[in-house]
């Protein structure tokens, strides 16, 4: 049985449009419900949301479904993804359910749901629960004297906002430091400036004010220019964008210079050998990280092990090995000493960490290698499977001839997004960018 609504990450679409409308959420709630119904004992679901208008809408649908299956509901309103892992961990909830499309623009949103352990639901989980969706539960639904509950955690922010800090290392502050943080006017826009602040920094916030429309619009994670400008304006020590639901992070050095997922990986991974703290021997990574660490690692005698892209596929491989650091280019970085997903607070300040304990400035601290050549480009379609159409398989399989064995092409299906992504990587940078046009004007030929 495949999956039709679960992508990558979840569920995710345009907002009140099939399957992010009220009803479908009600569906999933009431699907989850059955799914995790589990003894005598009385059900907790941990509902978070970032700062789409669309939550106000998704929330109470959600909300609903839960209660008539019988399980409490604790809301907790705007919160990071990971703080809504974190909750359903410290609550011993049943089921956590975070509403947010992540780095999308406000028109989308999408529903993450986690097991009791904190953990994303597996795809054999997801295809269950899509199951019971096509099935029907209503002959499960609770009788009126068992009808859940909800109510409002109203120290939700504060309880995260103290986890957070005591991943920073006892006996260090960010006294003397200036950090700009961006928060995309999404999930940590209360909590993110707050960390940094009572860990002693000046704090420098951007995209504090969301408006339910707002959310990473020309800023966070994935638009990162204005923070680097600040940091410049400013002269702050770095700089620090989040994405709308704070999973994901990118990182500014003191020049205005951007540093990715790849490199803070690398600077984890270096400070963790040296004081003795990462295991599994190795680092996880998806294909669409850079082989220049790859080669990076390999110099401080760690492996890299890659795994398909999407940070859950992450988590899976770092719990079956026994790693604690892995992650994203894009940004999500799993610290599993810490965290059941990625957290770009908690990977933030260990990049802080390093800085106060060397004492260099960010440039001489966060780039550890220098990458490949790589190009990354997207290209929308509408409704057809371009990657199965001839013309295109052709393409692909040319550009692998071309790069031979000397590089990676890496062309996928978004699981968030209508889009084709190509990616190439060699040491030739041309080589690398004409593979990457040739693909991408394949792949619109045969999807216009």
């Excluded at 059955?34 to 970032?50: E, N, P, S, T």
């Excluded at 009126?144 to 995260?160: C, I, T």
């Excluded at 005591?166 to 999930?187: H, Q, S």
């Excluded at 690692?297 to 988590?315: C, E, F, M, N």
Aim: a negative charge.
């Amino acid at each position: 049985m495949t999956r039709d609504i679960f992508g990558t990450d979840g569920i995710r679409g345009a907002a009140n449009i099939e399957p992010m409308t009220a009803a479908t959420a009600l569906r999933v709630a009431m699907a989850a419900g059955h799914r995790f119904m589990r003894g005598d004992h009385r059900h907790l679901v941990v509902i978070g949301k970032d700062t789409r208008l669309s939550g106000y809408m998704l929330e109470p649908a959600m909300t609903s479904g839960f209660i008539s299956m019988g399980m409490d509901v604790v809301l907790v309103g705007p919160l990071p993804t990971p703080a809504v892992a974190m909750l359903t961990r410290s609550l011993r909830a049943d089921l956590g359910v975070m509403l947010s499309a992540s780095h999308n623009p406000y028109q989308d949103n999408g529903i993450k749901l986690f097991g009791p352990e904190g953990y994303k639901l597996s795809d054999t989980v997801e295809r269950e629960i899509e199951k019971h969706m096509d099935n029907g539960v209503e002959e499960h639904l609770a009788v009126s004297d068992q009808l859940g509950k909800a109510m409002r955690l109203d120290d939700a922010q504060g309880r995260y906002v103290e986890y957070v800090k005591n991943t920073f290392p006892k006996g260090l502050r960010l006294d003397g430091m200036k950090v700009v943080v961006d928060c995309a006017y999404g999930a940590a826009y209360k909590v993110a400036p707050l960390v940094l602040w009572e860990l002693g920094a000046e704090v420098i916030p951007l995209g504090t004010r969301p408006d339910g429309f707002n959310i990473n619009r020309g800023c966070g994670a994935t638009e990162p220019q204005d923070m680097c400008a600040k940091v410049v304006e400013s002269r702050a020590d770095i700089g620090i964008a989040l994405d709308g639901d704070a999973d994901r992070l990118i990182i500014a050095d003191e020049k205005g210079e951007v540093i990715d997922g790849d490199q803070i990986m690398a600077l984890v991974a270096t400070d963790w050998k040296d004081t003795g703290h990462i295991r599994g021997d190795a680092l996880v990574a998806t294909v669409m990280s850079n082989m220049g660490l790859e080669q990076y690692l390999a110099s401080l005698d760690l492996g890299l092990v890659w795994v398909q892209v999407g940070d859950r596929y992450v988590v899976e491989t770092m719990r079956s090995g026994g790693h604690n650091v892995g992650g994203e280019q894009s940004g999500h970085i799993i610290l599993s000493d810490y965290s059941t997903t990625g957290d770009g607070l908690i990977a933030a300040l260990q990049v802080l960490s390093v800085l106060v304990k060397t004492g260099r400035p960010a440039s001489e601290v966060v780039r550890r290698f220098d990458p490949f050549p790589q190009v990354l480009r997207s290209v929308r379609f509408n409704g057809a499977e371009p990657l199965e159409n001839s013309k295109v398989k052709a393409a692909i399989a040319e550009g692998e001839a071309e790069l031979g064995g000397n590089g990676r092409l890496v062309v996928r299906k978004s699981g968030t997004e209508s889009l084709i992504r190509v990616m190439a990587e060699a040491e030739d940078e041309r080589l690398v960018g004409g593979v990457v046009k040739r693909i991408i004007e394949v792949i619109e030929q045969v999807s216009g």
